[in-house]
């Protein structure tokens, strides 16, 4: 046993409070995670550099149409700056991008980071709208199926959700049409309103297609929040506990074992999110809804790099802000997690 | 602390395990079996009429319409499920469209799994640099949305079969190396692997003796779940028209240009899509099934 005194590190009031923000693991983390993220984020935007110049045809002959003489797409192509090789243009980008500055759109004058703050919370509302309607249904559904494993409801929703996962947006988006713009006109098939001119009318556009993205969500979070839920109730040591004071099997699932399966959910969700910006770009070329994936469609038939890249961009940030912020919460939520990181 | 709840717990499936010991567990066990028996011979009976059955039976062309005969309803003579706008005979454009979907999900899922299997594979067991150049490869197409990458191949190589499986399988092999990695990493380590280490196996006979023998369960359930996306993504294609384009018969296609005559004749697009629906289905169904069978997670 050392029995001397452990030497106590001077404190200053400033420093201290830094040194512990920069020790604390959620800090480290984050870090971490972002600088790994800088590689990825590159390798991202080289790939749809290389990509969009292997794609016949370029901007200049895109934009003026099949009408344009070979001269006035040559002084188009030198005003674009599509004459220079590659990897100057891949180099000019880049070092803007660093900056900040996602220069201008080739098709309009407009500068791609104002195209983007128009288009972006459209696609924004329809994912939150999406993931709003998905835990709405999917969590009571989850409980009860837990509730009464093997049950009616249990095999109901079993049925369901896998006809759900397997159902393709496109699919499953013409369907509703059917249903619900063309036999009966309850929803419009296409249109958008915007959440500042009427909310009403926004819910009354956006409501179709958020239930196309969120119908197969629903599926998958069901099926995986009830497995998760019957894994707690059966191996969990407080679960037994609560048992053993007597609380009622309907409070422990809805107090107890809901509670920690949300830490799983909460991962899955931000594992997912790639794959929901990716249905978004077909729901909003089905419903003509001006968001970003929309823009995307548009931008890659123009030949249109600086817009692709910047969206792209921002779809891989969303992707690795997402994991990041699910990681940060999980630690959050966990204490055990939270222990175990800071002392490794 | 553990043991009182341990005891707790063991009563419960102890239970259950007593009561399953006769009618039910057999009744369990059949449901099991039939949740893979009912998907797979539904899809022997899709296979089976889309490849076979228009060499057999006389079938009218897919291509070739009949200008007297357009929009025909359901059940018409000659016509089973009617005919298109241009004519074509819907029945026929199905089972055709159904050989494309069949073969590009099996392309590229036998693309991915080779490749994607053996990158995945080799790199996990070499560890090292090796491993963390293909994890940061892989986190670039994960980050990547898929869609946009397959869109952007499809329209460099044009419009047709082949090159749509050229695209589509940018997105199975990053899947297949994901899981073979996993895999190898698990078994990289178990007694089995180091005693053949040991005992001076070479590197590629371990992993092809050893290592494959024991993840071919999991890759192949894989591929059926994959199978059922290809699919789907590949009618994705053909609906934002960067498909493989009409005339040649595809479901995806069929759905797209059935939309712009939703609102007169709903079925051109509701039976492509019933059929997509229930391929999808049984593709899902049948790997799941396996997987509970063969207890990969």
Same mark, same amino acid.
């Given at each position: 046993?050392?029995?001397?005194?452990?030497?106590?590190?001077?404190?200053w009031p400033?420093?201290s409070?830094a040194?512990r923000l920069?020790s604390s693991p959620?800090?480290r983390v984050?870090?971490?995670?972002?600088l790994?993220?800088i590689?990825?984020?590159?390798?991202?935007?080289?790939?749809t550099?290389?990509?969009?110049n292997?794609l016949?045809?370029?901007a200049a002959?895109a934009?003026?149409g099949i009408n344009?003489t070979?001269?006035?797409?040559r002084s188009?192509?030198?005003?674009?700056h599509?004459n220079?090789p590659?990897w100057?243009?891949?180099?000019?980008?880049?070092?803007?991008a660093a900056t900040?500055?996602l220069?201008?759109s080739?098709a309009?004058?407009?500068?791609?980071?104002s195209?983007?703050?128009s288009?972006?919370?459209?696609?924004?509302?329809?994912?939150?709208y999406?993931l709003?309607?998905?835990?709405v249904?999917?969590v009571?559904?989850a409980?009860?199926?837990?509730r009464?494993p093997?049950?009616i409801?249990?095999?109901?929703?079993?049925?369901?959700?896998m006809? =759900?996962?397997?159902?393709?947006p496109?699919?499953?988006g013409?369907l509703?049409?059917?249903l619900?713009?063309?036999?009966?006109s309850i929803f419009p098939?296409?249109g958008?309103?915007s959440?500042?001119t009427?909310?009403a009318g926004?819910l009354h556009?956006?409501?179709l297609?958020?239930?196309v993205?969120a119908?197969p969500l629903?599926?998958f979070?069901?099926?995986?929040l009830?497995?998760?839920?019957?894994?707690?109730m059966q191996?969990?040591?407080y679960?037994v506990t609560a048992?053993?004071?007597g609380v009622s099997?309907?409070k422990?699932v809805?107090?107890h074992a809901?509670?920690?399966?949300?830490?799983?959910l909460?991962?899955?969700?931000?594992l997912n999110l790639?794959?929901?910006?990716?249905a978004?770009v077909i729901?909003e070329?089905i419903?003509?809804l001006p968001?970003?994936?929309?823009?995307?469609?548009?931008?890659?038939?123009?030949?249109?790099?600086?817009?692709?890249?910047g969206?792209v961009?921002?779809?891989?940030i969303?992707v690795?802000?997402a994991n990041?912020?699910?990681d940060?919460?999980?630690g959050?939520?966990?204490?055990?997690?939270?222990?175990?990181? =800071?002392?490794? | 602390?553990s043991?009182p709840a341990?005891d707790l717990?063991a009563?419960v499936?102890?239970?259950?395990?007593?009561?399953?010991?006769?009618?039910?567990?057999r009744?369990?066990?059949?449901l099991?079996?039939?949740?893979?028996?009912?998907?797979?011979s539904?899809l022997a009976v899709l296979?089976f009429f889309?490849?076979?059955?228009p060499?057999?039976y006389?079938i009218?062309?897919?291509t070739?319409g009949?200008?007297?005969?357009?929009?025909?309803?359901?059940w018409?003579?000659?016509?089973?499920?009617?005919t298109?706008?241009?004519?074509?005979d819907i029945m026929?454009?199905?089972?055709?469209?159904?050989?494309?979907s069949?073969e590009?999900?099996a392309?590229?899922?036998?693309i991915?799994?080779v490749v994607g299997?053996l990158f995945g594979?080799?790199?996990?067991?070499?560890?090292?640099?090796?491993?963390?150049?293909?994890m940061?490869?892989l986190d670039v197409?994960?980050?990547?949305?898929?869609?946009?990458?397959?869109?952007?191949?499809?329209?460099?190589?044009g419009p047709?079969?082949?090159?749509?499986?050229?695209?589509?399988?940018?997105?199975?092999i990053p899947?297949f190396a994901?899981v073979?990695?996993?895999?190898?990493?698990?078994?990289r380590?178990?007694?089995?692997?180091?005693a053949?280490?040991l005992s001076?196996?070479?590197?590629w006979?371990i992993m092809?003796q050893?290592l494959?023998?024991?993840?071919a369960?999991?890759?192949?359930?894989f591929s059926l779940?994959?199978?059922?996306?290809?699919?789907i993504?590949e009618g994705a294609?053909?609906f934002l028209g960067?498909?493989i384009p009409?005339?040649?018969?595809?479901w995806?296609?069929?759905?797209?240009?059935?939309?712009?005559f939703?609102s007169v004749f709903?079925?051109?697009v509701?039976v492509?899509?019933?059929?997509?629906?229930?391929?999808?289905i049984?593709?899902?169904?049948?790997?799941?099934?396996l997987?509970?069978r063969?207890?990969v997670?």
């Amino acid at each position: 046993m050392n029995t001397s005194v452990p030497v106590q590190p001077a404190r200053w009031p400033g420093s201290s409070f830094a040194r512990r923000l920069a020790s604390s693991p959620a800090v480290r983390v984050s870090g971490r995670r972002l600088l790994s993220a800088i590689p990825v984020l590159w390798g991202v935007t080289f790939l749809t550099f290389l990509l969009l110049n292997a794609l016949p045809g370029d901007a200049a002959s895109a934009l003026l149409g099949i009408n344009a003489t070979p001269a006035e797409i040559r002084s188009f192509s030198i005003k674009l700056h599509l004459n220079e090789p590659l990897w100057t243009r891949y180099g000019h980008w880049l070092a803007a991008a660093a900056t900040g500055n996602l220069g201008t759109s080739l098709a309009s004058p407009q500068s791609v980071a104002s195209i983007i703050g128009s288009r972006l919370p459209v696609t924004l509302e329809l994912v939150v709208y999406a993931l709003i309607i998905t835990f709405v249904v999917s969590v009571p559904l989850a409980v009860l199926c837990a509730r009464w494993p093997r049950g009616i409801i249990d095999r109901l929703c079993l049925v369901l959700s896998m006809a =759900s996962i397997s159902i393709a947006p496109y699919v499953l988006g013409l369907l509703l049409v059917i249903l619900f713009a063309v036999d009966t006109s309850i929803f419009p098939a296409i249109g958008y309103t915007s959440l500042t001119t009427s909310v009403a009318g926004n819910l009354h556009t956006m409501t179709l297609p958020s239930l196309v993205l969120a119908l197969p969500l629903i599926g998958f979070y069901t099926r995986f929040l009830r497995a998760d839920l019957l894994e707690q109730m059966q191996s969990e040591d407080y679960i037994v506990t609560a048992r053993a004071k007597g609380v009622s099997e309907w409070k422990i699932v809805t107090r107890h074992a809901l509670r920690n399966s949300f830490i799983g959910l909460l991962t899955v969700i931000g594992l997912n999110l790639a794959t929901l910006i990716g249905a978004t770009v077909i729901v909003e070329e089905i419903f003509s809804l001006p968001g970003i994936g929309y823009e995307l469609l548009n931008a890659i038939s123009n030949r249109d790099v600086p817009v692709v890249e910047g969206i792209v961009l921002v779809f891989g940030i969303a992707v690795v802000l997402a994991n990041l912020l699910t990681d940060l919460l999980y630690g959050v939520l966990d204490p055990r997690i939270r222990h175990v990181r =800071s002392r490794s | 602390m553990s043991v009182p709840a341990a005891d707790l717990l063991a009563t419960v499936p102890a239970q259950d395990l007593a009561a399953g010991e006769g009618a039910a567990s057999r009744a369990r066990g059949w449901l099991r079996t039939l949740e893979i028996v009912v998907p797979g011979s539904l899809l022997a009976v899709l296979l089976f009429f889309c490849f076979i059955w228009p060499a057999i039976y006389h079938i009218p062309s897919p291509t070739v319409g009949d200008l007297l005969q357009v929009n025909a309803p359901l059940w018409s003579p000659g016509h089973i499920l009617g005919t298109d706008s241009v004519g074509y005979d819907i029945m026929s454009r199905i089972l055709y469209g159904g050989r494309v979907s069949f073969e590009v999900a099996a392309a590229v899922q036998a693309i991915g799994l080779v490749v994607g299997g053996l990158f995945g594979m080799a790199a996990a067991y070499r560890g090292g640099w090796t491993e963390a150049v293909l994890m940061r490869v892989l986190d670039v197409f994960i980050a990547f949305p898929s869609l946009v990458l397959v869109l952007a191949i499809a329209d460099s190589l044009g419009p047709s079969e082949t090159h749509v499986i050229w695209a589509l399988s940018a997105f199975s092999i990053p899947a297949f190396a994901r899981v073979a990695r996993a895999a190898t990493l698990r078994l990289r380590d178990q007694p089995f692997v180091v005693a053949a280490r040991l005992s001076g196996t070479r590197a590629w006979r371990i992993m092809f003796q050893h290592l494959v023998p024991n993840m071919a369960p999991q890759l192949l359930t894989f591929s059926l779940l994959g199978a059922s996306l290809t699919i789907i993504l590949e009618g994705a294609l053909d609906f934002l028209g960067y498909g493989i384009p009409p005339p040649t018969p595809t479901w995806g296609n069929m759905i797209a240009t059935g939309q712009s005559f939703i609102s007169v004749f709903p079925r051109l697009v509701v039976v492509p899509s019933i059929f997509l629906l229930v391929t999808s289905i049984c593709l899902n169904m049948m790997g799941d099934g396996l997987r509970a069978r063969w207890g990969v997670r």
